[in-house]
């Protein structure tokens, strides 16, 4: 057993016997990371607040049936993964079906800009990920989710399919389509910063 399943099920141990300092230091180890996973399908602050509370509360209620075969992160983002859903077809019913087929013929009928040929001009950094952020909060919920959790969050495929539910070759699918759906978006803009950045050496 590593260290890190050791001290995993030894907080567990403490979460079922309500131990006050457990659930403080539960919180304190997952509410960011489950934050910006709210935050990224939710695209609202408060309503990813409120997710993270809404999430802390139902773990700690249902403990008791939690058996311990994934690690309480997993168990946790997929608590909050399911509550954010069921929020956002609350809130926007009209969203994308989390499977619906997106385009992918860009990747055949026009050239994807090369992202390793970016200048290093630190001074583009924070409108690169400005641009970035704001093509990922275009992509339908579930591809949000799943390039959270996959890329952002740095999960493996294996723990991304146990939270979202779905096989690792739904994952795999949905993580293309997300990369698909950001050279779409930001192929454009970099050749842009690519072609200015030339034009300032000449």
């Known amino acids: 057993m590593t260290n890190e399943n050791f001290a995993d099920n030894e907080l567990l141990k403490r979460l079922r016997s309500r131990d006050p300092e457990a659930c403080a230091q539960c919180v304190q180890d997952h509410s960011d990371a489950i934050y910006r996973l709210g935050l990224r399908i939710l695209r ?4 990813a607040e409120d997710l993270v509370q809404e999430t802390f509360l139902s773990a700690f209620k249902n403990i008791d049936h939690f058996e311990g075969r994934s690690a309480i992160g997993t168990w946790l983002f997929r608590i909050a993964y399911n509550n954010a859903l069921m929020r956002l077809r609350k809130s926007h019913p009209e969203e994308v079906s ?86 779409n978006k930001l192929s454009d803009y970099f050749a842009e910063r690519m072609n200015a950045g030339i034009g300032r050496q000449e």
């Not at 385009?103 to 290093?120: A, G, K, N």
């Not at 591809?143 to 740095?154: A, D, P, S, V």
Request: net charge negative; glycine share 2%; aromatic share 4%.
């Open 98 to 183: 989390i499977d619906e087929p997106i385009s992918e013929d860009s990747e055949e009928t026009r050239e994807i800009f090369d992202f390793s040929h970016l200048p290093e001009d630190e001074a583009l950094q924070e409108e690169v990920r400005s641009r970035v952020n704001m093509a990922v909060d275009d992509m339908p919920p579930t591809l949000r989710g799943t390039f959270q959790l996959r890329e952002l969050e740095e999960l493996s495929t294996e723990e991304t399919a146990r939270i979202l539910d779905v096989s690792t070759d739904v994952v795999k699918t949905r993580l293309h389509r997300a990369r698909l759906w950001l050279r």
């Open 44 to 47: 609202d602050k408060s309503e």
